[in-house]
Each structure stands twice: as structure tokens, then as C-alpha cells.
């Protein structure tokens, strides 16, 4: 079966406690994995300001997660996302290779970084 890259990101209300949010993403890639995925990256930027109000809320608890799946699961994470109350907006996305390459890049500098910074600490 081939894979494809995707990326999702997907912001939640900002007045859920950390240990919801954390249910809430656990709850996600529950879907991913039982449903054929494999997770490659979950970055959790936190809470951020939003450009507009959504639901009279001004700011969201934003995560995205990048994974390799069949093409058949992103309309089964999309029908999660309507479900759920918590979330409230999302985007699925497909990568392309320059994208795949892009974040792996990324990730590699920002290991680096925090290795820096560890050892200037000590």
C-alpha cells in the first residue's frame, strides 16, 4: 500500500486545561494510527493569537502533526474533526517532496539548536 505525506494542523479552544489538550491530540493520533498511519513529527506551538475571533475566542491552542498515510484517511480525521466540539479549526494538507524535505531540514536545525544549547549550559 502506498503512503502519502500529509501534514494537519488544527487549533483548539483555548479554554481547555493541559491535560485536555493533551487527551485531545492523543485522541488524534489514535485515529491516525488505528487507522494506517505512521506519525513522522507532532509540534505543539501552544497558545497563539488568532488574526480574527472564531466562536468569540481571540486566541487557540494550535498543534500539527505530520504523518505518512493512505489516501483514505484524511476524510476519516476530517469527519473527527467536525465531531469533536473542541476542535475549532483544522487543515489537512498534502506534502509534496520539497515540502517533506523542508521539515525534515527544519527538524534536523532545531535538534541541532537544542543540542547548542545544552552544552553551552553545562
Not at 31 to 47: C, R
Not at 84 to 105: F, G, P, Q, S, T
Request: glycine share 4%.
Amino acid at each position: 500500500m502506498h503512503l502519502n505525506d500529509y501534514e494537519t494542523v488544527f487549533i483548539l479552544t483555548p479554554v481547555l486545561s493541559e491535560e485536555q489538550i493533551k487527551d485531545t491530540v492523543d485522541k488524534f493520533h489514535k485515529i491516525l494510527t488505528d487507522n494506517g498511519a505512521e506519525i513522522v513529527h507532532t509540534d505543539h506551538w501552544g497558545m497563539k493569537k488568532l488574526a480574527y475571533p472564531i466562536k468569540k475566542k481571540t486566541s487557540g491552542v494550535y498543534t500539527v502533526i505530520e504523518f505518512k498515510a493512505p489516501g483514505t484517511i484524511v476524510k476519516a480525521l476530517e469527519t473527527e474533526y467536525h465531531r469533536d466540539e473542541r476542535v475549532m479549526r483544522h487543515l489537512c494538507i498534502a506534502l509534496d517532496k520539497h515540502a517533506v524535505a523542508y521539515n525534515e531540514k527544519k527538524r534536523r536545525k532545531l535538534s541541532e539548536t537544542k543540542v547548542d544549547e545544552t552544552a553551552t549550559a553545562e
